[in-house]
């Protein structure tokens, strides 16, 4: 495999399009693990719409569970390409070594810990006597695969940032090609039901997992995974790796519970009547908001290795164009998703179902989620950059900021309004989050910068 990216060398404006294209494509398709599930789950025969519901409520669950994948992934990849950036190629080995075990370690913990509460959490999650079944069936299968999952997504993270943006694209498409084949399968021809989907995204999990671990064993990548001796293990690596990782993974994590405190809201002020019905409805719109989302990610996190091996090299002028280009390329693609979203949002919707009830109240429920999706970029690109040069605490507070409004307002806004006014969160802690973290930058990132730039 021919190592053609260089991070410190390269023109930054093609290298920010080499590194965030394949990524946000990259996003889109993990994207698809969920949403492909969902759009054939929704179209079971008599059972559809209550299935439907019952993995939405599982949705929060399993992104709790992946964000252990991010957690390390993305903590030990910034720290690895600050290493290499610097020249420091042992302690990068060292890292992706210590990275490797921390995932094993994790994902034999988390299966054995969710296992156990599965039932506790469907229930506090917003699971009804109707959509327990079908939530439980899907969880427990999927939780059995935990291993395959977190290592697919912690390990691309270590491909990409050694300069093989496309190995990671491949990475993730050759599992959601996998998931595409598979479900029909399990789901119709086999009559499995939702517990066919659970195990087409396993069997899923376990090729892009497979791939990742083959490529990063292989000879020609310049850092490889190496097993990590017990005389080897340092505590403060793992100390740095988290504490990197923590702001992306508690993003991620706080997302369910917002997910949890939404579907609870919906259930309590929708009633009888309408619980089920506004949970499925939040179900489709949030699976449209990933496909937004996902490549704003992919574009944001995606090209963090870019500014952490020039940072590590002490390069600032190009961690400041890198980082005005990132910023223009989220803001393109935002502006693009707003317009999809009030032209052809029902196109979207009939995947999932074709009730006109249903079709209509998600038709208003994304025109609602998508209100400030284009100021949402600076929240996005300046976070994710805090968190590539070292400050995940700047980024962590970024971050709960706009969740903790996110989940206020989800909460207040109903007991005023009804159970449909929980809608604007969102796009009321998006301009909050946005505004905060554009303050944030402009008084911090050209100090810290010219901060690293007067080290020895």
């Not at 509460?117 to 079908?134: D, E, I, M, Q, R």
């Not at 962590?396 to 007991?415: A, C, E, H, N, Q």
């Not at 929980?422 to 909050?432: E, M, T, V």
Request: hydrophobic letters at 50%; a positive charge; proline letters at 4%.
């Amino acid at each position: 495999m021919k190592h053609t990216t260089d991070l410190g060398q390269d023109r930054i404006g093609p290298l920010v399009l080499k590194l965030a294209i394949p990524s946000m494509i990259a996003q889109f398709v993990t994207v698809l693990y969920s949403t492909i599930d969902r759009i054939f789950i929704g179209n079971i025969p008599k059972i559809g719409d209550a299935a439907l519901a019952g993995v939405g409520v599982c949705g929060p669950i399993v992104t709790l569970l992946t964000s252990f994948g991010t957690l390390i992934g993305l903590g030990g990849s910034i720290l690895m390409a600050m290493r290499m950036g610097a020249g420091r190629k042992k302690q990068a080995e060292s890292i992706l070594a210590h990275s490797f075990a921390m995932l094993t370690v994790f994902s034999v913990l988390l299966t054995i810990l969710f296992l156990l509460s599965k039932k506790h959490l469907l229930n506090w999650f917003g699971a009804s006597s109707v959509t327990f079944p079908y939530a439980d069936s899907y969880l427990t299968i999927y939780t059995a695969g935990t291993f395959f999952a977190l290592m697919a997504i912690g390990l691309n993270y270590f491909i990409t940032c050694q300069g093989f943006p496309a190995i990671g694209m491949v990475t993730v498409l050759m599992g959601a090609v996998t998931n595409i084949l598979l479900d029909p399968v399990f789901i119709f021809v086999l009559d499995m039901k939702v517990a066919g989907a659970a195990v087409a995204t396993v069997i899923a999990q376990f090729a892009s997992c497979a791939f990742a671990f083959c490529f990063l064993t292989g000879k020609k990548i310049p850092i490889r995974i190496t097993w990590l001796r017990k005389k080897s293990f340092s505590p403060l690596i793992v100390k740095k790796i988290i504490g990197l990782g923590i702001s992306p993974f508690l993003i991620l994590a706080t997302d369910s519970v917002i997910i949890i405190v939404l579907n609870t809201v919906l259930q309590k002020y929708g009633g009888p009547k309408e619980g089920d019905i506004l949970i499925t409805c939040a179900t489709i719109v949030q699976s449209y908001m990933m496909l937004i989302t996902g490549p704003m990610l992919g574009i944001s996190s995606g090209t963090q290795a870019i500014l952490s091996y020039n940072y590590g090299a002490r390069e600032i002028k190009r961690v400041k164009k890198a980082e005005k280009y990132i910023l223009l390329l989220c803001l393109c693609f935002t502006t693009v998703m707003f317009l999809i979203s009030r032209i052809i949002p029902e196109s979207f919707i009939r995947i999932f179902t074709k009730d006109p009830v249903q079709l209509q109240l998600c038709t208003w429920g994304i025109s609602v989620f998508t209100l400030m999706i284009i100021p949402l970029s600076f929240q996005y690109v300046f976070v994710d950059g805090f968190t590539a040069l070292g400050r995940s605490k700047t980024a962590l507070v970024l971050s709960l900021w706009r969740k903790g409004d996110y989940m206020l307002f989800t909460m207040i806004l109903p007991v005023f309004f009804g159970a449909r006014s929980a809608f604007y969160a969102q796009p009321l802690a998006d301009g909050i989050g946005a505004v905060m973290s554009t303050i944030a930058f402009l008084l911090i990132f050209k100090k810290h910068l010219e901060k690293r730039e007067a080290q020895p």
